[in-house]
């Protein structure tokens, strides 16, 4: 007799899906586009979930955060130390240009990490371009709107400072001053730009700094406001971890960002 059960292993699969490798991520200091994913295929999330939990058996937000920190301190030690052994070369990967192979940088320390090292070969340059690229997207959005007030009063997760150390730059307090005299709505527009991926196309507003409706400038439209980051501002810094998985980053899924590795010059 022929089993009434559907074939599908959603039904039965375990809650342990339930939870997702994003769902565990820092996001608190992290610029990210709509329904992101860190990985395309099932398979490769769930590897580096696990792997997780091995460090963070109930992957608590802390201890996730320290354990990708410790990973992340490692690739910069890597790539402190093979700059000074090899003060000269030079590297092009995903169209940028770096004094270290950064690939093979990240695979080195995930050799040397006490949760990583169970991570299959190819799985952690992908994960730390992007959450480094929106890291980055963080620190550059601060420049032109200013920390969140909320971010003001938190101090900066471990995995946060340890990129920050990566990409040698770090959030500022206060916008610059060119981009307090840019109105809200270019700002906006060239955010959201960088979020998708797209770039920021200064030449589009760049003669024109109060193109805005209301002729209000980033400053005055609350540089630390803490509305919604897909509009202006830092929300994924300043929300729920639920509202937060509806932010998510750009590019798309298993693709390397090209502005993740900003800051790795020379």
Do not use: C
Request: hydrophobic letters at 35%; zero cysteines; a negative charge.
């Amino acid at each position: 007799m022929a089993s009434s059960q559907s074939d599908d292993v959603s039904e039965w699969r375990p809650s342990w899906y339930d939870v997702t490798l994003e769902d565990v991520l820092p996001y608190r200091g992290f610029v990210f586009e709509e329904n992101y994913k860190i990985f395309k295929k099932e398979q490769h999330w769930v590897l580096v979930k696990m792997a997780l939990q091995t460090v963070a058996p109930g992957l608590e937000e802390p201890k996730v955060d320290a354990a990708l920190a410790s990973l992340m301190k490692d690739a910069t030690q890597i790539a402190d130390e093979y700059r000074k052994a090899h003060p000269y070369e030079i590297f092009v990967e995903a169209d940028q240009i770096s004094s270290v192979p950064i690939n093979a940088v990240f695979e080195a320390a995930r050799q040397q990490s006490n949760w990583a090292i169970d991570v299959p070969h190819g799985l952690i340059p992908p994960l730390l371009h992007k959450l480094i690229h929106a890291r980055h997207l963080y620190n550059q959005f601060t420049r032109f709107r200013g920390t969140p007030k909320r971010d003001l009063k938190k101090k900066t997760g471990q995995f946060a400072a340890a990129i920050d150390e990566w990409l040698r730059e770090k959030p500022v307090e206060k916008p610059e001053e060119k981009w307090t005299r840019t109105s809200a709505k270019s700002i906006k527009y060239m955010m959201d730009r960088m979020i998708q991926g797209k770039g920021a196309d200064w030449d589009s507003f760049h003669n024109d700094p109060s193109d805005d409706e209301d002729g209000t400038t980033a400053a005055e439209d609350g540089a630390n406001s803490d509305a919604n980051a897909n509009g202006a501002d830092l929300a994924d810094s300043t929300v729920s971890r639920k509202e937060a998985q509806t932010i998510t980053k750009a590019p798309g899924p298993d693709k390397e960002p090209a502005e993740g590795q900003q800051g790795l010059e020379g």
